[in-house]
Nanobody, 119 residues
Framework: QVQLVESGGGLVQAGGSLRLSCAAS????????MGWFRQAPGKEREFVAGISRSGDSTYYADSVKGRFTISRDNAKNTGYLQMTSLKPEDTAVYYC????????????WGQGTQVTVSS
């Protein structure tokens, strides 16, 4: 079992920045790849960004490429999502999740943190 707790969400004006954190406990965080997802009201959950177990590979949805940066600190069992140049369409509940490196399915999810971007 891995427990994940997101933090850092809030209300920000368009053009602003936020950094989300994902604190992991339980099994060794460094054994898992990590991803961030989001779900806006009335929409399906979508992938935002992913990072490899070691942190040397990252990938992003086209909608956030160049604005968001995913990172992790395995020594602190924490992942991050730095969000800049935020837009109202980035408003959503953001979730972190982890998956074993030999699987494409994310097994463990946090409870989510709300990000609201005002215009």
């Amino acid at each position: 079992q891995v427990q994940l707790v997101e933090s850092g969400g809030g209300l920000v004006q368009a053009g602003g920045s936020l950094r989300l954190s994902c604190a992991a406990s339980g099994r060794t965080f460094s054994r898992y790849a990590m991803g961030w997802f989001r779900q806006a009201p009335g929409k399906e959950r979508e992938f935002v960004a992913g990072i490899s177990r070691s942190g040397d590979s990252t990938y992003y949805a086209d909608s956030v490429k160049g604005r968001f940066t995913i990172s992790r600190d395995n020594a602190k069992n924490t992942g991050y999502l730095q969000m800049t140049s935020l837009k109202p369409e980035d408003t959503a509940v953001y979730y972190c999740a982890v998956r074993p490196t030999d699987s494409y399915e994310y097994d463990y999810w946090g409870q989510g943190t709300q990000v609201t971007v005002s215009s």
